[in-house]
């Protein structure tokens, strides 16, 4: 079993910038492939990014799209999600998640993953 904490939320203004982390214990987190998906409130839960185990392939939302990079540091078991840019629109909470392996048609679903963070909080103000 893999337990994984996000950090990094908070309040920024538009067109600023948040690095949001997702750090694993438990497991070893490069045997994992790992995700960021949001949910704002009254909406569902939606694909951010996501990448692979090497962290070779990666996924990306269109909305997320030349504004945020997914990367890792499986030395640290950490994912992180470099956000710029950003909008109002881009408020919500941020859920880090992790399964063994995504594939092309996979990625992007919520069922795909077998473990999830707390969530923290985007708040960016227009």
């Known amino acids: 079993q893999v337990q994984l904490v996000e950090s990094g939320g908070g309040l920024v203004q538009a067109g600023g910038s948040l690095r949001l982390s997702c750090t694993a214990s438990?497991?070893?987190?490069?045997?994992?492939?790992a995700g960021w998906f949001r949910q704002a409130p009254g909406k569902e839960r939606e694909f951010v990014a996501a990448?692979?185990?090497?962290?070779?392939?990666?996924y990306y939302a269109d909305s997320a799209k030349g504004r945020f990079t997914i990367f890792r540091d499986n030395a640290k078991n950490t994912v992180y999600l470099q956000m710029n840019s950003l909008k109002a629109e881009d408020t919500a909470v941020y859920y880090c998640?992790?399964?063994?392996?995504?594939?092309?048609?996979?990625?992007?679903?919520?069922?795909?993953?077998?473990?999830w963070g707390q969530g923290t909080q985007v708040t960016v103000s227009s």
């Open positions: 998640a992790a399964t063994v392996q995504i594939y092309g048609g996979t990625y992007s679903n919520v069922a795909s993953y077998d473990h």
């Open positions: 990448l692979k185990r090497s962290g070779s392939i990666i």
């Open positions: 438990g497991r070893t987190f490069s045997n994992y492939a």
